[in-house]
């Protein structure tokens, strides 16, 4: 029986509501599960047949220590998605790499200090944005504004770089009502799309069931997974409506992104069959 480890976090910052459907799925496939934070330095993680991060959802307020457990746990060859792919992922700076090969991404700057945001807001002629941070997860720290709103906007911007990178990216209206989705990937296939309502600094995550993506959607999509190294066991494509109608990515999430299996057996049964696969294989 292939022992597999979901890799979580102490003190989880909001429910997984992927864990439970997921750990028994892989219980009822002939899979010995174990939920395991990936800050216990106790653990042994070569008695593993496959190592997944699942909800590793602290790793942003941790992120030396978080690459110091991706080197460790790749050092075994059974983690996945792999070494590459989640050290390239941490950083959202992925998205000007992405860019650079064609891909079209939601206008985004990043910033080596606060004092360049008004700069990046006024010759962009942006009416709206969004400050994060580069490192993230959820909502942290992310913060949308209006173009009146700069002296406070850089004040935030500043607090962020006190400690990690900053990113200033344009708000898109559209967004509110319904114009951002979730594509949803198991080893290759896209199995469904979620829609995604706006979620800032405190709020609770909003999500529709799901839904059937559109052709151009899916196709956004496939070019956007074409660029991730193989072997990789899921992936998430965020795409945001701008304001003429075109799909813009806004976020690729590699690490420890949410799948939403409640909301499609057929994505569950898929990425069961496939991490039985990856942990007999490895």
């Given at each position: 029986m292939p022992?597999?480890?979901?890799?979580t976090?102490y003190n989880?910052?909001?429910p997984?509501?992927?864990?439970?459907?997921?750990?028994?799925?892989?219980?009822?496939?002939g899979l010995?599960?174990e939920?395991?934070p990936?800050?216990?330095?106790a653990v042994?993680?070569?008695?593993?047949?496959?190592?997944?991060?699942?909800s590793?959802w602290?790793?942003?307020?941790?992120?030396?220590?978080f690459?110091r457990?991706?080197?460790?746990a790749?050092?075994?060859g059974?983690?996945?998605?792999g070494?590459e792919?989640?050290?390239?992922n941490?950083?959202k700076?992925?998205?000007?790499?992405?860019?650079?090969?064609?891909?079209?991404?939601?206008?985004?700057?990043?910033?080596?200090n606060?004092c360049?945001l008004e700069?990046?807001v006024?010759?962009?002629?942006?009416e709206?944005?969004v400050?994060?941070p580069?490192?993230?997860a959820?909502s942290f720290m992310?913060?949308?504004?209006?173009?009146h709103?700069l002296?406070?906007?850089a004040?935030?911007a500043?607090?962020?770089l006190?400690?990690?990178g900053?990113?200033?990216?344009?708000?898109l209206?559209r967004?509110a009502d319904g114009?951002e989705?979730?594509?949803v990937?198991?080893e290759?296939?896209l199995?469904?799309g979620i829609?995604?309502y706006?979620r800032f600094?405190g709020?609770v995550?909003?999500v529709?069931?799901a839904?059937?993506p559109?052709?151009?959607?899916?196709?956004?999509?496939k070019r956007?997974?074409?660029?991730?190294?193989?072997p990789w066991l899921?992936a998430?494509v965020?795409?945001?409506l701008?304001?003429g109608?075109?799909?813009?990515l806004?976020e690729?999430e590699?690490?420890e992104?949410?799948?939403f299996?409640?909301?499609?057996?057929?994505a569950?049964?898929?990425?069961v069959?496939a991490?039985s696969?990856f942990?007999?294989?490895?």
């Amino acid at each position: 029986m292939p022992n597999v480890a979901l890799v979580t976090c102490y003190n989880i910052p909001e429910p997984d509501t992927d864990e439970t459907v997921l750990v028994e799925a892989c219980r009822s496939a002939g899979l010995n599960v174990e939920l395991v934070p990936w800050e216990d330095e106790a653990v042994d993680w070569t008695r593993f047949d496959l190592i997944v991060p699942r909800s590793t959802w602290n790793y942003y307020e941790h992120e030396a220590e978080f690459r110091r457990w991706i080197d460790r746990a790749s050092a075994t060859g059974r983690i996945c998605n792999g070494r590459e792919i989640l050290t390239n992922n941490l950083d959202k700076r992925y998205l000007a790499g992405l860019a650079q090969n064609s891909i079209p991404i939601v206008p985004t700057r990043f910033l080596d200090n606060a004092c360049e945001l008004e700069e990046v807001v006024l010759s962009e002629g942006w009416e709206a944005f969004v400050v994060k941070p580069a490192v993230s997860a959820a909502s942290f720290m992310t913060r949308r504004f209006e173009r009146h709103e700069l002296a406070d906007a850089a004040t935030f911007a500043d607090g962020i770089l006190k400690s990690r990178g900053a990113m200033v990216q344009r708000y898109l209206p559209r967004v509110a009502d319904g114009g951002e989705i979730s594509l949803v990937h198991i080893e290759g296939e896209l199995t469904h799309g979620i829609i995604k309502y706006p979620r800032f600094e405190g709020d609770v995550e909003s999500v529709s069931d799901a839904v059937t993506p559109t052709r151009e959607q899916a196709e956004l999509a496939k070019r956007i997974v074409s660029t991730i190294p193989t072997p990789w066991l899921y992936a998430r494509v965020d795409l945001m409506l701008d304001d003429g109608g075109s799909w813009l990515l806004s976020e690729l999430e590699l690490i420890e992104p949410s799948l939403f299996l409640c909301q499609s057996k057929v994505a569950l049964d898929r990425l069961v069959s496939a991490i039985s696969r990856f942990a007999i294989a490895v």
